[in-house]
């Protein structure tokens, strides 16, 4: 059974930095691409990055772009998200996803999820 463990988030100022880590288990990852997807209080989840098995490919929303670096190691089956210069629009419960389809990624979907993890930045 997959499971998507997240970690990292918390309580930050604007301007700060987080990085979030996703480690993953009960699968074969080294060929799915894995990617972020954040949902703040009363909206829908959407998609913030994403990244191909090889490391080689990666997206991002136009919203975190120039901010936000996502990057994997095989070797720990773990993906993770670098968040610099944050805003208090970021501010969101922060899910990692995984799926054999970068594309489906990209839309905010995924058959594999994590429980999330909440990042808050204050003004």
């Known amino acids: 059974q997959v499971q998507l463990v997240e970690s990292g988030g918390g309580l930050v100022q604007a301007g700060g930095s987080l990085r979030l880590s996703c480690a993953a288990s009960g699968g074969t990852f080294s060929s799915a691409a894995m990617g972020w997807i954040r949902q703040a209080p009363g909206k829908e989840r959407r998609f913030v990055a994403a990244?191909?098995?090889?490391?080689?490919?990666?997206y991002y929303a136009d919203s975190v772009k120039g901010r936000f670096t996502i990057s994997r190691d095989n070797a720990k089956n773990t993906v993770y998200l670098q968040m610099d210069s944050l805003l208090p629009e970021d501010t969101a419960v922060y899910y990692c996803?995984?799926?054999?389809?970068?594309?489906?990624?990209?839309?905010?979907?995924?058959?594999?999820w994590g429980q999330g993890t909440q990042v808050t930045v204050s003004s």
């Open positions: 996803a995984v799926d054999s389809i970068m594309n489906k990624l990209r839309v905010g979907v995924s058959d594999y």
């Open positions: 990244i191909s098995w090889s490391g080689g490919t990666t």
